[in-house]
């Protein structure tokens, strides 16, 4: 994300709380690298958790200073729905 994501803010979050299109929620860390904000720990795991591939496309929509809505697309541009899995409550937000 560009650094004017920042702008946004009054303070840059360390933290976001990722919500997605069946109501789950995952956590990742920010981090500022080469003038960009970056999804940090736990965005690895979320991709693989949510099978995100080459060729999708993801979009951010924020909700609240720290809540953003994810919607995944595939590489035919149809969204993609994830449910979360029983083994993936290790990985998921508490709320």
Known sequence: MPLDFTKHFVVAPTEFKLSNN??????VTVKLMNGRV???QGWATYTAVHQIKIGYMVTF????PDTLKVIIYDDDG???ANKC???DEAFA???
């Open 38 to 40: 970056t999804l940090d």
């Open 61 to 64: 929509n924020l909700l609240t």
């Open 85 to 87: 899995r029983k083994h």
């Open 78 to 80: 149809i969204e993609v």
């Open 22 to 27: 069946t109501g789950c929620s995952w956590k």
């Open 93 to 95: 937000a508490k709320e």
